[in-house]
């Protein structure tokens, strides 16, 4: 079994079921009555989730006041007891290191969000992390960026560094930060057009640019060996090994809920290169993989056969 280190911002999302029931006097707005709720692991912890269910063993980076309580208290006790997940990142702190995002549903639309951001990991943290990393041995490391406060810019180059002397694949799916450097020497990295744009803005370069020349740009200057950019409805791209440019175009869906689309794509690319399959036929399973996520209401989990 691979062993995969899984370092990000760990996500509760809740969903509300709600009804409207009226509009309210001292509005407009709607009121809400809620028929039900639902608990779904975000964030780093759903790529963490989705890595378990394709098989690998996972030590997700996980910083709370007490592991057990929090994750009965979210009905999600099952993603840690689960037989391949690795406790060996796992931190105790005062406080939950976690956001919650809320979600308001009324027939099956999202109406409203509410979000509570969690504080940032302490940096003297870092170098514990790093310890466990090393001492966990992993095969691939994946960064589950959401930049909110979980990876410093010191931990996410040390580990890299570390990493690429060790022969460990590493994948980032990133957000914007202040220095979108430290991601350099990444193996894959798969921002969104946006952040791919926001990338080049940080590296000096014109804004609005041709993919290929972003995934360029991003293997020459930034040396990522496989830059790939996702490009929501219109599917995903990269370089192939010769340096070609290739674009996999998705069958166009209805969309339902764009929450976890990224998440899908980089968990299938993990998978994947952990089983030696080449980046191009990579881009078509997650597309399948990204396609599959937005047709559905919340993080849903894939299965191998939705893939492959
Ligand atoms: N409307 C859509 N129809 C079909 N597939 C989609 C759609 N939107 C996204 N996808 C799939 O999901 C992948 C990732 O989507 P996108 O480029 O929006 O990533 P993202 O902005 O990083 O998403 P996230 O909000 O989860 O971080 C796309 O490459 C595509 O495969
Ligand atoms: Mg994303």
Known sequence: MKKVVLLGDGMIDVYHRCEVTRIAPEGPFPVL??????????????????????????????????????????????????QNYSKSLEFLFDSDIVSIKHRFTSLDKIIARWDIDSVAI???YD???????FEFKPDLIVFSDYNKGSLSDFLIKSVLSY????NII??????????????RGADVITPNLIEANLLMKSLGYLQNLDCSTILAILRDDLQIKRPVITLGSQGICCLNEFGDFVHSPVLQKDLFDVTGAGDAVISTLCYCLANDISLVDALAYANKAGGAVVGHLGNYCLSLEDIL
Do not use: W
């Open 127 to 133: 170098d514990l992390i790093i310890s466990a990393v």
């Open 170 to 183: 590493t994948l980032v799916d990133p957000k914007p930060r202040a220095d979108l450097g430290v991601y």
């Open 122 to 124: 302490p940096d003297h």
């Open 163 to 166: 990493a690429s002397i060790s």
């Open 33 to 82: 009555n809620e028929l039900s709720s639902d608990y779904m692991l975000g964030g780093s912890f759903n790529v963490a989730r989705q890595l378990l269910t394709f098989g690998f063993e996972v030590a997700p980076l996980v910083v709370l006041h007490d592991h057990q309580t929090f994750f009965k208290k979210y009905r999600l006790s099952s993603f840690r007891e689960a």
